[in-house]
């Protein structure tokens, strides 16, 4: 049973636009939230955390928003450079640390 | 700091053979993760040490999957014995004091079973 999607397996954008992940979950125990990227041939690395506390946590060009009435978690990245083309993943973890990650979105940013 | 180490970064076997993964955890991380990557069910935790102990092994496939870790910094994935359907990338990933604090992942095992 998949407790984490990412709804849309990929998403073009043009250079210098905002690119809008989004993720739904559907257990309310999620406590901590995460976004990774990740390029091919290596392993995923960390972009940005929220914890179930805020709604809304900011770093440079990202930011993370958490709506948790509608179980809703975004990644906006803006601008959208070049070197933001990787595939995204949401990872979700409980009290207990396992993280949960959804299918991940593959980000192309055309010039 | 090297990062996450995992060997080999690629691997071809037969089926029926012993396949051994392995990583090296970031100095100083205390909790070490293996993941599977495929298409079909993208990253799935297959278990979870802290300090050195199996903390939670649901999600390893079945009984021919088995992993220790015998001290801080070396932990192996033993596959026996090997199926094509184990074909996947392994990951190893280290983190400070468990999954909720960000996770360094390795650049993975590919792994195909002939």
């Known amino acids: 049973d998949q407790q984490v999607k990412q709804n849309s397996p990929s998403l073009s954008v043009q250079e210098g636009r905002i690119s809008i992940l989004n993720c739904d979950y559907t257990?309310?125990?999620?406590?901590?939230f995460l976004w990774y990227k990740k390029y091919p041939a290596e392993g995923p690395t960390f972009l940005i955390s929220?914890?179930?506390?805020?709604d809304k946590n900011e770093d440079g060009r990202f930011t993370v928003f958490l709506n948790k009435s509608a179980k809703h978690l975004s990644l906006h990245i803006v601008p959208s450079q070049p070197g933001d083309s990787a595939v995204y993943f949401c990872?979700?973890?409980?009290?207990?640390?396992?993280?949960?990650f959804g299918a991940g979105t593959q980000v192309v940013v055309t010039p | 700091d090297a990062g996450v180490i995992q060997s080999p970064r690629h691997e071809v076997t037969e089926m029926g053979q012993e396949v051994t993964l392995r990583c090296k955890p970031i100095?100083?991380?205390?909790?070490l993760f293996w993941y599977r990557q495929t298409m079909m069910r993208g990253l799935e935790l297959l278990i979870y040490?802290?300090?050195?102990?199996?903390?939670?092994d649901s999600g390893m496939p079945e009984d021919r999957f088995s992993a220790k870790m015998p001290n801080a910094s070396f932990s192996t994935l033993k596959i026996q014995p090997s199926e094509p359907r184990d074909s996947a990338v392994y990951f190893c990933a280290s983190s400070l004091n468990g999954g909720a604090n960000e996770q360094f992942f390795g650049p993975g095992t590919r792994l195909t079973v002939l």
């Open positions: 929220i914890s179930s506390i805020k």
């Open positions: 100095s100083g991380h205390n909790s």
């Open positions: 257990n309310s125990m999620f406590d901590y």
């Open positions: 990872a979700l973890t409980d009290s207990w640390g396992k993280l949960q």
């Open positions: 040490f802290n300090n050195n102990v199996p903390i939670d």
